[in-house]
C-alpha cells in the first residue's frame, strides 16, 4: 500500500534518525570524601560591554525581551542586568568606573564587547571545589564568594577551560 507521507512528517523522521548521535551519559563525578554533585543547568550566559545602556538596547528594544533593573555588584567591580531568555538569562555586564573592575582587561581586548563567561548552576558547589581541585582544575579563588543572585560563586580558569571562563553557581 502506497503511503504518503507530509513533508513535515518526513522531516521529522529524518531528525529522529540524527538522535542516537545526541545519546548523552553522565560520569561519576564523586570526589575523594564521598560527596557527588553535578551539573543542573546553564544559568546564564554573561556579555561584558562598555555600557549595559548601549548593549541592553539590543536585547530591550530590537528583540523585545524582558530584562531586570540594572544592579550594582561592588564586590565583583560590575553592574549587571539580566534578560530573561526562558530556558536561561542573559547577564548584560559593564565596569564599575571608580574602582579597579575584574571586566576592564576583557574590554580592552574587546572593545566593542563580547561573551565573557558561562555560568552552570551545581547542586553542590563544595563538593564540586574539592572535587574539581583534585582533579588539577584552578580555581580562581579559595572560595566561593556571593554572586549576583545572592549565592555562592566560584570562577574556574580559563586555561584549564578551553578559552572560556566558567562561573559555578550553587543552586
Ligand atoms: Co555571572
Same mark, same amino acid.
Given at each position: 500500500?502506497?503511503?504518503?507521507?507530509s513533508?513535515?512528517?518526513?522531516?521529522s523522521?529524518?531528525c529522529?534518525?540524527?538522535?542516537?548521535?545526541q545519546?548523552?551519559?553522565?560520569?561519576?563525578?564523586?570526589?575523594?570524601?564521598?560527596s557527588?554533585?553535578?551539573?543542573?543547568?546553564?544559568n546564564?550566559?554573561?556579555?561584558?560591554?562598555?555600557?549595559?545602556e548601549e548593549?541592553?538596547?539590543?536585547? %530591550?528594544d530590537?528583540?523585545?525581551?524582558?530584562?531586570?533593573?540594572?544592579h550594582a555588584?561592588?564586590?565583583?567591580? #560590575?553592574?549587571t542586568?539580566f534578560?530573561d531568555?526562558?530556558?536561561? %538569562?542573559?547577564?548584560?555586564l559593564?565596569?564599575?568606573?571608580?574602582c579597579?573592575?575584574p571586566?576592564?582587561?576583557?574590554?580592552?581586548?574587546?572593545?566593542?564587547?563580547?561573551i565573557?563567561?558561562l555560568?552552570?548552576e #551545581?547542586?553542590?558547589?563544595?563538593?564540586?571545589?574539592?572535587?574539581?581541585r583534585?582533579?588539577g582544575?584552578?580555581?580562581?579563588?579559595?572560595?566561593?564568594?556571593?554572586g549576583?543572585h545572592g549565592k555562592?560563586v566560584i570562577f574556574?580558569?580559563p586555561?584549564?577551560?578551553?578559552? #572560556?571562563?566558567?562561573?559555578?553557581e550553587?543552586?
Amino acid at each position: 500500500m502506497l503511503r504518503i507521507y507530509s513533508k513535515n512528517l518526513l522531516i521529522s523522521m529524518m531528525c529522529q534518525k540524527r538522535l542516537p548521535h545526541q545519546t548523552f551519559k553522565r560520569y561519576n563525578n564523586s570526589n575523594s570524601s564521598g560527596s557527588s554533585w553535578k551539573i543542573l543547568r546553564l544559568n546564564h550566559i554573561a556579555i561584558a560591554s562598555k555600557t549595559i545602556e548601549e548593549s541592553s538596547t539590543l536585547y %530591550k528594544d530590537k528583540f523585545r525581551m524582558e530584562t531586570s533593573d540594572k544592579h550594582a555588584q561592588p564586590d565583583h567591580g #560590575v553592574n549587571t542586568m539580566f534578560v530573561d531568555c526562558g530556558n536561561t %538569562k542573559i547577564e548584560l555586564l559593564d565596569p564599575i568606573t571608580d574602582c579597579k573592575s575584574p571586566i576592564e582587561n576583557f574590554l580592552d581586548k574587546n572593545p566593542t564587547g563580547g561573551i565573557h563567561h558561562l555560568c552552570f548552576e #551545581v547542586d553542590n558547589l563544595d563538593a564540586a571545589c574539592l572535587d574539581l581541585r583534585q582533579r588539577g582544575l584552578r580555581l580562581l579563588s579559595d572560595r566561593p564568594k556571593i554572586g549576583a543572585h545572592g549565592k555562592p560563586v566560584i570562577f574556574c580558569h580559563p586555561k584549564d577551560c578551553s578559552g #572560556v571562563l566558567i562561573e559555578l553557581e550553587q543552586a
